[in-house]
């Protein structure tokens, strides 16, 4: 949950560095530091922001064309100077940079005091460094030596770089169950976490394995090998992220930009994949598991947080479309609870980032139990892509706010193709109802283009009423009780205001206990199935004093009539509700937590990639 950078080659290395941090501080903001060889080792950290230790370094010297960088998500130690990465060695030779965490750093380090070694902070991290020095010096071993037997001891997740003032032209980086990746430019490398910071520089990457150790020396070719000695040939790809993508094109935040992007985020997932005058949608990932899928008894879908609610609209999607058996389940309590997998089962992992430290270890064990598993991710070449049988990518481009939008309506798209798919090859979806729900899934972008421009001042208005609310409740049935628990979400991320998402026929069960005029109360009450239902529901808020705001289908006149306030949704198919009535409760989470002073595009205590456990 923290951010990687370095580079070595014939530039100033400081500018990369510090560039490539603040485009990773998306990743981790407690704290940031950087480490330049120039004939000797100068490590420079500070708490804060990157911004903090650019006003730092100002005054220090920068000079170097190597060099190392570090954005931390505290773990092991609270955010301060100390804990700040890069973290030296105890003869001040080596320094490395960390994303993970070392499971076992208590033993190791017990050992290591036990051999004389002192420690300066609270980090598992500045147990590796001196790990490493302790294996390089009794060996007299490389480096790249030294890093390899070191990891063999080392229990845990990690993306490492290390950089040793005895060997000036050298790199060496690892990693296991942490994303880590290698760009390949003109006489230069750099090393992230993500090709972010990388795809100013070069567009040739290399996307380490888990157990793979590189070996970057200036002037030379890049070699890899594995924990076991085994040389690996390096694998170029192409990124096809392009830099204005990183950049907030006059938005004030990453967020309300990404909110904005969605119309054609949208439909850039469905791209090349559906034909609405054709009638008919085609995912490559689904086509060699195809007869697999379509006879499977039951489908698992993984996930965490956002993507966790999306997986939630899935089994909707699966059980009406495609009347498929789905159960969804938390990744991160998944493997511990002894669970049921089949072979003839699916399990379907989703994550934006492709690293979610709990849905790799969830899908590890479904593979083990032989399942088929199937990847939705957003981040190409991420470690969920290469771990499962097959998947989709939802192709809406690097999302910077941490707070999720548009890739959980990319999600929903891909989840809502792949239900089309099945609901038609299973033969519950007949083929004029198949063509029509795809005509009308391919009008979605339009109509949330649409929605954005006729919601968007009135959104704000309504944040305006409530920016001062100490709690909120979000109620919603059928397709949209998970966008419930979603706006409630997205309003808890980045404004700091309890909220709670329920069915609305259990706010019977408890939270009507909580309602009174000061309880705002926003209801997802679109045309569909639950409607007449949902109408009952808000008149037993507002027979309680509740204030209501109601996202409803245009021309509810009904509802219109009992909610304090109405936001309107064009209308559309009910299994594709949720693509639009989620985007007014991200705008409104939006202006909510702007009005309340917060940090919108890095709310507190979260990372966008939780690649810790």
Excluded at 3 to 9: E, H, K, L
Excluded at 172 to 184: C, E, F
Excluded at 412 to 419: C, D, F, P, R, W
Excluded at 545 to 571: Q, R, S
């Amino acid at each position: 949950m923290c951010g990687i950078v370095a580079y070595i080659g014939p530039r100033p290395a400081y500018p990369i560095l510090i560039k490539g941090l603040h485009r990773l501080e998306y990743r981790g903001y407690d704290s940031a530091g950087i480490a330049l060889q120039n004939g000797r080792l100068n490590i420079y950290k500070k708490k804060g922001k990157v911004s903090d230790l650019e006003e730092y370094a100002a005054q220090q010297d920068t000079s170097g064309n190597v060099g190392i960088g570090h954005t931390r998500w505290a773990t092991h130690g609270k955010p301060d100077d100390i804990n700040a990465h890069p973290h030296a060695s105890g003869n001040g030779r080596l320094v490395l940079v960390h994303n993970g965490i070392i499971e076992n750093y208590a033993v190791l380090k017990n050992a290591l005091i036990n051999h004389s070694h002192a420690f300066q902070s609270e980090t598992d991290t500045e147990v590796l460094v001196h790990l490493i020095e302790e294996i390089q010096e009794r060996g007299q071993l490389s480096l790249e030596d030294a890093v390899q037997q070191a990891l063999t001891q080392v229990q845990g997740a990690y993306a490492i770089v290390v950089m040793d003032r005895n060997d000036p032209d050298l790199l060496v980086a690892a990693r296991k169950s942490s994303p880590l990746v290698i760009g390949i430019g003109e006489d230069e490398f750099l090393i992230a976490s993500d090709a972010t910071p990388i795809v100013e520089h070069t567009k040739q990457v290399v996307y380490l394995d888990d157990e793979e150790v590189a070996v970057v020396r200036r002037n030379a070719p890049l070699r890899i090998r594995d924990l076991r000695n085994q040389e690996k040939d390096p694998i170029v790809q192409e990124i096809e992220l392009e830099i204005e993508q990183l950049e907030k094109g006059g938005y004030p935040h990453f967020m309300l930009k990404e909110i904005f992007e969605q119309p054609s985020t949208i439909a850039e997932c469905m791209r090349g994949r559906m034909n609405a005058e054709e009638g008919w949608v085609r995912l490559g990932g689904m086509e060699e598991y195809k007869k697999r899928m379509i006879n499977a008894q039951r489908m698992i879908i993984l996930g965490c947080g956002t993507s966790w609610h999306a997986g939630m609209i899935g089994e909707y999607l699966f059980e009406d479309l495609a009347r498929l058996p789905v159960e969804v389940e938390y990744a991160s309590e998944f493997r511990y609870r002894n669970p049921v997998v089949r072979e003839s089962d699916i399990v379907l992992a989703i994550s934006q980032s492709g690293e979610t430290a709990d849905t790799l270890a969830a899908l590890q064990l479904a593979k083990e139990y032989g399942a088929l598993t199937y990847g939705i991710v957003n981040v190409v070449g991420s470690s969920i892509a290469r771990a499962t049988d097959s998947g989709s990518y939802i192709h809406v481009g690097p999302e910077i706010g941490v707070a999720s939008t548009k890739a959980f309506t990319g999600q929903v798209t891909m989840l809502g193709m792949m239900a089309l798919i099945l609901g038609y090859e299973r033969g519950y979806l007949g083929k004029s109802q198949y063509q029509r729900l795809v005509q009308e899934l391919a009008l979605v972008p339009k109509k949330v283009e649409q929605l954005l421009y006729q919601c968007h001042d009135q959104v704000k208005y309504i944040a305006g009423e409530f920016k001062n609310a100490a709690n909120a409740l979000y109620l919603g049935r059928g397709y949209n009780f998970p966008i419930a628990l979603e706006g409630a979400l997205k309003l808890k991320e980045i404004s700091y205001v309890h909220a709670e998402g329920y069915p609305a026929a259990e706010m019977k069960h408890g939270p009507i206990a909580l309602i009174d005029e000061n309880m705002p109360v926003f209801v997802i009450a679109t045309n569909g199935s639950t409607h007449d239902k949902i109408v009952s529901n808000i008149q037993e808020v507002k027979s309680r004093g509740g204030i209501v705001t109601a996202v409803v289908t245009e021309g509810d006149e009904l509802i219109k009539g009992m909610a304090d306030y109405v936001i309107e949704i064009p209308a559309t198919e009910e299994p594709f509700t949720p693509l639009l009535s989620v985007v007014p409760l991200q705008l409104l989470a939006y202006y909510i937590a702007v009005m309340r002073g917060c940090n919108v595009d890095q709310p507190r205590n979260l990372a966008k990639s939780v690649t810790v456990e």
